[in-house]
């Protein structure tokens, strides 16, 4: 028998290793190859079945109104595709997310959040809906829906939907928010953004990663010095951090991170972070928690 309740369900992080814009689509949206890797910082969501139809987000999240949440617009795709297979619509549900992860932040907050509440309501509706077609009702929500119900470490291309697994590293990062909140469009309209990075391919990308011999690896972050530019403390917080190894922003931004190959060399580099900026350490996660647990009939419930 399915549950009625699916609680304390993580919503993991992302980072982008690194992130090339190789060209343009036809409709403008650009073309990129990136390592994205999962790691333990995470929202935290709560699923209850309602008695009525109604997809309900019971607690507040600042600055993002209950109809534009992309956990309530995920829910409402993967009902309005349970209707379309089934001739009726499974029961609502009661939403409620407790946010860690920055906004703005390059963590994939938003889009993990929505990953985490369509594994968790295909499982609840036991709508039956493969990987691959979870997949496609997240993309038209956000590019990094994809790879957050991919479930683990990941060479993507296209605008992020195109994933192949590839090894993970075993390695704690130091990440840390530099305060501000960098909206990714800002990043993809600016004139001084390099379009132009050569495509690698996959087996290109597992030699040179290879090769670099340091933890974090091949590349570059192609939308680095453009968030760096118009927000000055993304600049201070990867010159600081760099001070203690190479330092790289994820995605577009805010957030920075250093790769180190033990737990203490991260807690030891949290000690010395300025006061004005919230940092934490994290682990490399080789695969979605989610998608264990639910694999797991024991754990889930
Ligand atoms: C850059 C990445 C890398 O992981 O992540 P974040 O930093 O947001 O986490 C993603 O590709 C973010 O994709 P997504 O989350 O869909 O971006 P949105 O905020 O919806 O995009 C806002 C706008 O940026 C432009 N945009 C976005 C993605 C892309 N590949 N090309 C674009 O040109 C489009 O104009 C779009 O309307
Ligand atoms: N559940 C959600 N959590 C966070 N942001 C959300 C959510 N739903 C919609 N959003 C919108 O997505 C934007 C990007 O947020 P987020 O995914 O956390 O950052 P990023 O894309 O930089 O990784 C937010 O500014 C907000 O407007």
Redesign the pocket.
């Known amino acids: 028998m399915a549950p009625t309740s699916l609680h304390n369900c993580p919503a993991p ?2 980072l982008n290793l690194f992130l090339h814009v190789v060209g343009r689509r036809p409709d403008g949206y650009h073309l990129l190859q990136s390592v994205f890797q999962l790691i333990d910082r995470s ?1 935290t969501l709560h699923f209850d079945l309602r008695s009525d139809e109604r997809i309900v987000r019971t607690t507040d ?1 600042p ?2 109104p209950e109809e ?6 995920a829910l409402r795709a993967l009902q309005a595709e349970y209707q379309r297979r089934h001739g009726r619509l499974p029961p609502g549900i009661d939403v409620a ?1 407790e ?1 860690c ?14 990953a985490t509440a369509l594994m968790a309501a295909n499982h609840l509706w036991q709508a039956g809906l493969t990987d691959a077609e979870l997949i496609a009702l997240g993309l038209p929500l ?1 590019a ?1 829906i994809p790879f957050f119900l991919f479930g683990a470490t990941a060479f993507a291309e296209g605008v992020g939907e195109a994933l192949q697994a590839v090894p993970g590293p075993d390695c704690w990062y130091v990440v840390i928010e530099p305060g501000v ?4 469009v800002a990043i993809f309209t600016a004139t001084d953004l390099t379009r132009n990075t050569k495509a690698i391919t996959i087996s290109d990308f597992s030699r040179r990663h290879v090769e670099s011999n340091d933890l974090i690896g091949f590349g570059e972050n192609d939308l680095q010095d453009v968030a760096a530019r118009l927000f000055p403390p993304v600049a201070e917080a990867i010159e600081w951090l760099g001070g203690y190894g190479a330092a790289r922003m ?5 957030c920075v991170f250093c790769a180190f190959s033990t737990e203490h060399e991260a807690e030891q580099v949290l000690k010395h972070v300025p006061a004005r900026w919230r940092a934490w350490k994290a682990k490399a996660l080789q695969r979605h928690p989610m998608k264990i647990a639910l694999a797991n009939p024991f754990v889930v419930e």
Do not use: C, E, F
């Open positions: 992080a992302k929202d999240v600055g993002v534009q949440d992309l956990i309530v617009r997310v946010k992860l920055p906004m703005g932040g390059g963590l994939g907050g938003g889009s993990s959040d929505a956000g990094d909140s960098v909206p990714t994820t995605g577009s931004g805010s």
